[in-house]
């Protein structure tokens, strides 16, 4: 694989002397989203220390925050990654599942895969599926107790690791089963037959509940230590293609365009809110397409269809707004994923086949087009996690290619930036502006990377 191109250098923004040192001192991922709490922090202590001085305050420290929010988004899209193909699958990937240094795969070709993402680890391959497996994670301390308490007649001691730290993984397949498999082991220690076939899944964090989307509609709740469903709702004509859970409140869309929103009181579900008559925010109607992923925040709903932007759903309100996700005026956005400082969407280029991954700031408040992730001969993008090694960035991209993004603290040949292209810049944000003025020109980059190596991972199964 080749990278396609590298992303100009930006130009410093004056700001506090005591930010800049600490940014660069310690230019990591963590110390740049700290920033926005130092940012608060700062301009709360000056309001206070001021009270009863004149109204001179709050245009200068407004001016100072909007500088150092501009920097740190600046300094963000500065962001270096090094790139591993992680190879074994057979077919595409449909679900990925981070755990500190494991990366969990799933795919069609009916296998699960754990990988060491450190460089030369192992590769267990799981197999008892018949059919795609369409989802996998590990299970809450909690759930894992109800399994093994259910599980401790019928198994040996060797379930139980000398330090008492069982982890245990679940899958869901097309095949009409939840599968669990011990962590360490790679053992299959429980099966469950749900009777319809299962499209994706998520775990309920107050009881050991399961809660499952099917390919006929149906979003269920599974009681995994009992082995039992407790609770079945018909909530689609299609298959459920997504489900998420945030703040207790789940999340649900549909391969027919619905959005859901449901609350699980008394082991029954209710919905609180249904897509059927959402507007885009100048009144008109929002076309209701095939949705293939959705992120939820504190504070929206993204997801992703079969347009070509990415959608921004204040279900309160049933208003809709657009981020441009693609250059062409056609694309689909199979795969979003956000944090609580960043959003992460990939799209694909249809007449190339040409995949990417835009990112977004989310700790400003609103969405700041950061760059764009791209790779020669990367395929379409299914899905997409993440999560903070040792204040670097690790995302993992799945799909056609089975890819870690590791952050990295310096330029190499090797390193992969984001590039920014102007086509997706917000030209009325004034963050978004001031990145676009302070872009370098040609001869102040960086060289174009012609080739990146890729890092073979010694393949155990």
Not at 84 to 105: A, F, K, M, P, Y
Not at 358 to 384: A, F, H, K, P, S
Request: proline residues 2%.
């Amino acid at each position: 694989m080749s990278f396609l191109s590298t992303v100009p250098s930006f130009s410093k923004a004056p700001q506090d002397e005591e930010m800049l040192n600490s940014l660069q001192s310690d230019s990591n991922l963590s110390t740049v989203l700290n920033a926005q709490d130092y940012c608060n922090d700062r301009e709360l202590l000056m309001v206070k220390n001021n009270a009863s001085a004149s109204g001179r305050l709050g245009t200068s420290s407004s001016t100072d925050c909007h500088k150092e929010r501009v920097d740190r988004v600046k300094r963000l899209a500065g962001q270096k990654f090094t790139v591993q193909e992680l190879e074994g699958h057979n077919d595409q990937i449909t679900s990925i599942h981070l755990e500190e240094d494991i990366v969990l795969s799933c795919s069609r070709d009916t296998t699960i895969k754990i990988w060491n993402a450190s460089p030369g680890g192992k590769v267990i391959s799981l197999g008892a599926h018949t059919a795609t497996v369409t989802g996998v994670t590990v299970l809450p301390g909690l759930h894992t107790a109800a399994l093994l308490s259910d599980l401790e007649e019928l198994t040996s001691g060797d379930l139980h690791d000398a330090e008492n730290d069982v982890k245990i993984i679940c899958s869901c397949s097309s095949d009409c089963s939840l599968k669990f498999w011990h962590f360490t082991t790679g053992k299959l220690v429980k099966s469950i037959y749900t009777f319809n076939p299962l499209t994706c899944m998520v775990s309920w964090l107050d009881e050991p509940w399961q809660l499952v989307g099917t390919d006929g509609g149906k979003i269920e709740v599974w009681d995994i230590g009992k082995g039992i469903s407790i609770c079945s709702v018909l909530a689609y004509d299609n298959a459920v293609s997504v489900i998420v859970l945030q703040a207790k409140q789940l999340y649900t869309a549909s391969a027919d365009g619905n959005i859901s929103v449901w609350v699980l009181r008394d082991s029954e579900l209710h919905v609180i809110f249904q897509s059927d008559d959402i507007k885009a925010h100048d009144g008109r109607p929002v076309p209701r397409q095939r949705i293939y992923t959705l992120a939820a925040t504190d504070q929206a709903l993204y997801y992703g269809d079969d347009g070509r932007s990415v959608k921004v759903l204040d279900w309160r309100k049933g208003k809709v707004r657009r981020l441009c996700h693609h250059v062409s005026e056609v694309g689909v956005t199979y795969a979003i994923h956000a944090t609580t400082s960043l959003l992460f969407a990939s799209g694909i280029n249809l007449d190339n086949g040409q995949g990417f991954i835009n990112v977004w700031c989310l700790c400003t408040g609103r969405e700041i087009y950061i760059g764009t992730l791209q790779l020669d001969g990367m395929g379409r993008v299914t899905c997409l996690a993440s999560t903070t090694i040792d204040g670097k960035l690790r995302l993992v991209s799945g799909g056609q290619d089975l890819l870690l993004w590791q952050g990295a603290d310096k330029y190499s040949p090797e390193s992969i930036r984001l590039v920014r292209q102007k086509e997706l810049l917000n030209v009325e944000d004034d963050i978004e502006s001031e990145l676009s003025e302070g872009e370098s020109t040609e001869s102040d980059r960086e060289p174009d990377v012609e080739t990146v190596q890729q890092q073979r991972w010694c393949v155990f199964v």
